[in-house]
């Protein structure tokens, strides 16, 4: 289910993933019997792979699903609309957006950034709900390496990565060529200290201009 739900551009991309994630989706799949639900559901795991990849300009990379009941959506960060009140990662991007971009609305639905080329990628794809980072030595790192190495051999320099916090940041040598924006992880344990002024979206934008590709319309 997982290899195939994706668009076919990452299906030949990432053909040599195929056994991994039918490994992944069968271990999933005996943990979800054995201890309870997964977040995001199974049929939105592999949300972010729904898109041609070669439309892809900007990759934004969290880190686990949110694992509170009904938050996750497959999107890094991303919940559905009718979520609220919104977790507090996504509480401070808006904030953040709010004084970045003013003319921007910012009620939360970033899932509509996908369809501009937009990756919300989760560097672990899953997680048991209620247990944060319950599935980081699950084998969702090797998959995610593989993804992210496959954007910069495809865009090279002609792709622009929002790295935030240092789990975030570990990523950069694996982006060579692409235009690389570090900025504090947007967690409430950590906004303060560095994401609220970073300008992010402005950055974005000023970088894809840079590259002669179009800027991303951040109204959610």
Not at 28 to 36: E, K, R, T, Y
Not at 38 to 59: G, K
């Amino acid at each position: 289910m997982f290899f195939e739900s994706m668009h076919p551009g990452w299906q030949a991309m990432l053909a040599d993933q195929q056994s991994l994630l039918e490994f992944l989706e069968s271990r999933l799949q005996s943990s979800q019997d054995a201890s309870g639900d997964i977040a995001p559901p199974m049929h939105q795991v592999m949300r972010a792979f729904e898109n041609d990849p070669t439309q892809v300009r900007v990759l934004l990379v969290g880190q686990d699903p949110y694992p509170s009941p009904g938050h996750a959506v497959g999107l890094a960060f991303a919940v559905s609309p009718e979520t609220r009140p919104l977790p507090r990662s996504l509480q401070n991007m808006m904030k953040e957006l709010a004084t970045d971009l003013p003319g921007c609305s910012n009620g939360g639905d970033i899932s509509r950034w996908q369809d501009q080329g937009v990756m919300l990628l989760n560097r672990h794809l899953t997680v048991a709900v209620g247990q944060a980072g319950s599935h980081s030595k699950f084998g969702w790192n090797e998959f995610t390496d593989a993804v992210i190495r496959a954007l910069a051999a495809t865009h090279q320099a002609k792709l622009v990565a929002l790295l935030w916090g240092n789990h975030a940041q570990t990523l950069a040598p694996m982006l060579c060529g692409a235009t690389i924006l570090r900025a504090v992880h947007p967690s409430p344990l950590s906004a303060s200290r560095g994401f609220f002024g970073s300008k992010p979206f402005s950055g974005a934008n000023v970088a894809l201009k840079n590259l002669g590709l179009e800027p991303i319309d951040w109204s959610c």
